[in-house]
């Protein structure tokens, strides 16, 4: 954990070039990560290092989804560090938001509507009926 905070400066103050960096942040980031004794530090070290608008939307992408699938088999106080996680990621990230809600283009909304004044079913696949 040490190490990835020492690579992590060298990387943004003194311009070296580590690609494995987040690979190896991944990595380290398992069920086994919420018993650790320095559990709090490794995530708040995890939280600043993905707080960089330079990192890819696809790689904050993945962190988001390995942190909520483990939100699912933590601890309860690891879930709550998880959520909050998944939070800051999309927040910082806002591309991320495709995986919690895809907007439907205007077009495709049109064409469901008209599609819908058509049928007489409420059971339209592909729009959420709390939408409207």
Known sequence: MLALNGIFR?????GLEYPGFYARLYGLITPAAFLHK???QFFQLADIFLSSGMV???TAAAFAKKMAR?????????AM???GFVH????????????????QPAVAAAANGAAAADSSSDQRLGVDVYDE
Do not use: Q, S
Request: net charge positive; charged share 15%; proline share 13%.
């Open 10 to 14: 060298l990387v943004t103050k003194h």
């Open 38 to 40: 320095h559990r709090v």
């Open 56 to 58: 890819p939307a696809y």
């Open 70 to 78: 483990l939100a699912l088999r933590a601890p309860p106080a690891g």
């Open 81 to 83: 560090v998880a959520i």
């Open 88 to 103: 800051n990621i999309i927040r910082r990230h806002p591309a991320c938001m495709v995986m919690l809600h895809r907007p």
